[in-house]
């Protein structure tokens, strides 16, 4: 598996979804952005919400969920998030060079699985830099849908991309 080729792929795919995004908020105010996949690495999605979305979806929230739990969970799990997935057909060559790692035989998946998670890792540290001042006050973090490592993938993605302004309440998102 050629990972440089796929860590350039992933980083293209990153800065044209957020190029895409940005104008598409239309005054909304963008709070966090990750990249996502799932536990067999099958490919990349970015995911970004607004805190007009999480307020929207707070209060509308039923009575019997409003708990401090349940609103942490409103604003940093993906799944409910207004942009799930947003600019997906960015990540199409990204995805293939995936998709191919994953057919090659000779590749053990542990390996191939740390490496993925490092180049989306990267790939959002690139964007922090590329795009520093329109996301100054944006959380940045990857994220694995359904898997028992996600909330240590989360922490360490979001210690390493973001200010201590920005990682420290995320890292405290769940008590």
């Known amino acids: 598996m050629d990972w440089t080729a796929t860590r350039t792929a992933l980083r293209s795919a990153t800065l044209a979804a957020v190029d895409e995004l940005l104008p598409a908020l239309q005054g909304e105010r963008l709070y966090a952005i990750c990249l996502q996949t799932d536990d067999g690495g099958m490919g990349v999605g970015l995911c970004a919400n607004t805190e007009e979305c999480y307020a929207e979806k707070c209060a509308d ?32 060559k990204a995805d293939e060079q995936l998709a191919a790692g994953l057919d ?30 329109a996301l100054e006050h944006v959380t ?36």
């Open 104 to 133: 090659d035989a000779d590749l053990a998946f542990a390996p191939f699985f740390d490496q993925l998670i490092e180049a989306m890792t990267d790939a959002l540290a690139d964007l922090r830099v590329e795009r520093a001042s």
């Open 61 to 92: 929230a039923e009575p019997s969920d409003r708990s401090e739990e349940y609103f942490a969970y409103l604003r940093w799990d993906s799944a409910e998030w207004r942009h799930e997935l947003f600019g997906w057909e960015h990540f199409g």
């Open 140 to 175: 940045l973090f990857v994220t694995i849908t359904d898997s028992d490592e996600t909330l240590a993938v989360e922490d360490r993605s979001a210690q390493r991309l973001n200010p201590p302004e920005l990682a420290e309440p995320f890292l405290r998102r769940y008590g």
